[in-house]
């Protein structure tokens, strides 16, 4: 299995690995490309989300929100945007497909190699989005938390 990475945003955080905040970056990525949702640096997002999708990020996989994120309206449309998404994911099923997850334009083995056989449960990813809403409401309380993801190879 790959690294794991401190995700942090203002000062709050928790660890995990890289594959599956990469995972969660892909959605992120289609998401954040509708014209509905609108940022000042909307470009940037875009750029990170595409780098660490692809895994170019391996070692050091980090959220530069706190300079691409310039105002409170940019928070809560990234809220929105993550609450949506999770609506998007649970109406999929309970799983994405081991082909879904094979579809995803990456240059990353690691990430091919883990995600070849078995479906992820949508439960899981959504863990992960509950808390970046908590870190951007400024509700999440932990800065060293070791988040885990109920998934292997």
């Given at each position: 299995m790959s690294n794991t990475s401190l995700i942090k945003y203002k000062n709050k955080g928790f660890w995990i690995n890289e594959n599956f905040m990469q995972l969660l970056f892909n959605y992120l990525y289609i998401e954040v490309q509708k014209k509905e949702y609108v940022f000042v640096d909307k470009q940037d997002l875009l750029e990170e989300l595409n780098e660490g999708v692809k895994g170019w990020y391996k070692g050091y996989f980090s959220l530069s929100w706190e300079e691409i994120l310039k105002n409170t309206s940019d928070e809560q449309n990234l809220i929105k945007l993550l609450q949506n998404m999770k609506i998007i994911l649970q109406n999929?099923?309970?799983n994405i497909s081991a082909a879904e997850l094979q579809s995803i334009n990456v240059e990353d083995d690691t990430f091919n190699y883990l995600f070849s056989r078995k479906p992820?449960?949508?439960?899981?990813?959504?863990?992960?989005?509950?808390?970046?809403?908590?870190?951007?409401?400024?509700?999440?309380?932990?800065?060293?938390?070791?988040?885990?993801?109920?998934?292997?190879?």
């Open positions: 999929k099923g309970l992820f449960p949508i439960i899981e990813l959504n863990k992960i989005i509950d808390a970046l809403i908590e870190m951007l409401n400024g509700t999440w309380n932990y800065t060293n938390y070791r988040m885990e993801i109920n998934y292997q190879y």
